[in-house]
């Protein structure tokens, strides 16, 4: 299996657009999950899902963020508009079960930058 | 609310052993959790304690007492590609259980 795939690696967008990250979890998954890491707040669960339906999105910072799970391999965060600080590290990650025996497998990231 | 309190940095010498300590403060989780994260990286699962006591995996050992509020990670024969960050995490039952919180993380550098 690749692992999970997000895209893009990298983006940079100015303030006020639209930005949509990509996220293609490992074949089979049950639970998918966004986080944004920042040196400030750490690593921080943003939403999840199971079985492609959102479950907790109590992390959500605000309206301006949204996500969907369309279907059991591809997810989309999107951010509208964007604003500086939202500037971080967002991962996808991805888990067979809920039981945290095996972990969660994490994706390389989007670093996204607002200017 | 919760917390993991763990140390910012540590550094120690190749060939050694290092203990990264966890602390925490929440009402009752189901397990602690460790990940690796190197510069630029993912994290990456390396461990799970679901029970009090010691887990070992390789090199890479965990511990956890429920009583004291503590845990730990202990890397035996440190290697350079060791160095890079270790994070705690708990789920919380307080919340959805999917909701897996993280420490701030330590950054370990190994020097030869």
């Known amino acids: 299996d690749a692992g999970v795939i997000q895209s893009p690696r990298h983006e940079v967008t100015e303030m006020g657009q639209e930005v949509t990250l990509r996220c293609k979890p490992i074949?089979?998954?049950?639970?998918l999950f966004w986080y944004r890491q920042t040196m400030m707040r750490g690593l921080e669960l943003l939403i999840y899902?199971?079985?492609?339906?959102?479950?907790?999105d109590s992390g959500m910072p605000e309206d301006r963020f949204s996500a969907k799970m369309p279907n059991a391999s591809f997810s989309t965060l999107k951010i509208q508009p964007s604003e500086p600080r939202d500037s971080a590290v967002y991962f996808c990650?991805?888990?067979?079960?809920?039981?945290?025996?095996?972990?969660?497998?994490f994706g390389s990231g989007t670093r996204l930058t607002v200017v | 609310g919760q917390s993991l309190e763990q140390p910012s940095e540590v550094t120690a010498v190749e060939g050694a052993i290092v203990q990264i300590n966890c602390t925490y403060q929440?009402?009752?989780?189901?397990?602690l959790s460790w990940y690796q994260q190197h510069d630029g990286g993912a994290p990456t699962f390396l461990s799970y304690n679901a029970l009090d006591g010691l887990e070992e995996t390789g090199r890479f050992s965990s511990f956890l007492s429920r009583s004291d509020s503590y845990g730990y990670l202990l890397l035996q024969e440190l290697q350079m590609k060791d160095s890079a960050s270790y994070f705690c995490a708990v789920s919380p039952f307080q919340g959805s259980q999917g909701n897996l919180i993280f420490g701030k993380g330590t950054k370990l550098s190994v020097k030869p």
């Open positions: 074949s089979g998954h049950d639970y």
């Open positions: 929440t009402s009752g989780f189901y397990g």
């Open positions: 990650a991805s888990s067979l079960l809920i039981d945290r025996e095996d972990g969660y497998t």
């Open positions: 899902f199971n079985n492609n339906v959102p479950i907790d």
